[in-house]
């Protein structure tokens, strides 16, 4: 009986855009400058984040370091315009404690640092704002629902929804004050127009 497998060896050709980083058997092809601004193009990025994209593409450090130098040097890259922009990107939907921690993950400080660096971060709507914004948004149809026939307000129902907003703006980095503060907010408006 004749064996099922082929005789020659199967001679597949690698894939060319895969890339071996850790033995370093392919240099990119693109410097790591084109590289870097190729990355900035699309989004701001910190310096650590770039660091780490350049390094992941097998670029050598000396060449990632030269890049970063050159694209801060030129403008391209700035810590400070990455922070406005995360915390722009951010903001709609998490609170300032949420922000913090990932501007702190980049090595960036921490909330409190936009505003050193005179950015009007209340000009961007502070947190209680933005988590009445959220409310609103998120919950607008279960809010109306609320209201009953008669134009009161279903107690039960709006326990079980303030329950489900506080949980869904703490999970967000929303502070408690500030959660508190927007529900009454709402809860005030609903009285009005019952």
Same mark, same amino acid.
């Given at each position: 009986?004749?064996?099922?497998?082929?005789?020659?060896?199967?001679?597949?050709?690698?894939?060319?855009?895969?890339?071996?980083?850790?033995?370093?058997?392919?240099?990119?092809?693109?410097?790591?400058?084109?590289? /870097?601004?190729?990355?900035?193009?699309?989004?701001?990025?910190?310096?650590?984040?770039?660091?780490?994209?350049?390094?992941?593409?097998?670029?050598?450090?000396?060449?990632?370091?030269?890049?970063?130098?050159? /694209?801060?040097?030129?403008?391209? !890259?700035?810590?400070?315009?990455?922070?406005?922009?995360?915390?722009?990107?951010?903001?709609?939907?998490?609170?300032?404690?949420?922000?913090?921690?990932?501007?702190? !993950?980049?090595?960036?400080?921490?909330?409190?640092?936009?505003?050193?660096?005179?950015?009007?971060?209340?000009?961007?709507?502070?947190?209680?704002?933005?988590?009445?914004?959220?409310?609103?948004?998120?919950?607008?149809?279960?809010?109306?629902?609320?209201?009953?026939?008669?134009?009161?307000?279903?107690?039960?129902?709006?326990?079980?929804?303030?329950?489900?907003?506080?949980?869904?703006?703490? /999970?967000?980095?929303?502070?408690?004050?500030?959660?508190?503060?927007?529900?009454?907010?709402?809860?005030?408006?609903?009285?009005?127009?019952?």
């Amino acid at each position: 009986m004749k064996s099922k497998t082929p005789s020659k060896l199967s001679t597949r050709q690698p894939n060319k855009r895969s890339f071996d980083s850790a033995t370093g058997h392919k240099k990119p092809v693109a410097s790591a400058k084109s590289k /870097a601004i190729a990355l900035l193009a699309r989004r701001e990025h910190s310096q650590s984040e770039l660091r780490a994209k350049l390094l992941q593409r097998g670029y050598e450090i000396s060449e990632v370091d030269e890049a970063i130098e050159w /694209a801060t040097s030129h403008q391209f !890259q700035s810590d400070e315009r990455f922070k406005l922009s995360l915390f722009r990107r951010r903001a709609p939907t998490f609170g300032d404690r949420a922000i913090s921690a990932e501007l702190g !993950q980049h090595g960036l400080g921490d909330i409190k640092s936009l505003e050193q660096a005179n950015f009007d971060v209340q000009v961007l709507g502070g947190e209680e704002d933005r988590a009445y914004d959220w409310i609103k948004r998120r919950q607008g149809v279960s809010l109306e629902s609320v209201v009953n026939c008669e134009g009161e307000l279903d107690s039960g129902e709006l326990l079980a929804l303030k329950s489900k907003v506080f949980r869904g703006l703490s /999970a967000r980095g929303f502070e408690f004050g500030n959660i508190d503060r927007a529900w009454r907010r709402i809860v005030a408006e609903l009285k009005s127009n019952a």
